[in-house]
């Protein structure tokens, strides 16, 4: 299984926005076929630090979430509403659960 694990911070005054943004992300990736677990966690102390925990079959998975339409449209919600430098995407291999 591989997981990618992206941590970012949302421009203030864009919380609403990046919500429903990555709300729209998330559920078109939990249909993809390669994709076993999709979660959105909010920070307790900061309500504009995200982390999104992905897990995919394999990196050809990955791959095909990449290039997926709706991707696309959440690499430009990224660029509206992510405060810019602030995104760190991990990818890496789950070793067990």
């Given at each position: ?28 990736s ?8 999709f ?19 394999d ?20 660029a509206?509403?992510?405060?810019p430098?602030s ?6 291999r789950?070793?067990?659960?």
């Amino acid at each position: 299984m591989i997981t990618l694990t992206v941590s970012l911070q949302v421009v203030p005054g864009e919380l609403a926005g990046f919500v429903e943004a990555i709300r729209v992300n998330a559920e078109a990736s939990a249909r993809e076929p390669g994709c076993r677990f999709f979660d959105v966690c909010q920070g307790l102390e900061d309500d504009h630090h995200f982390v999104l925990h992905e897990h995919y079959v394999d990196e050809a998975a990955v791959e095909a979430h990449r290039s997926a339409p709706h991707f696309k449209v959440w690499r430009a919600a990224v660029a509206a509403y992510v405060v810019p430098g602030s995104q760190v995407n991990t990818l890496g291999r789950q070793l067990f659960t």
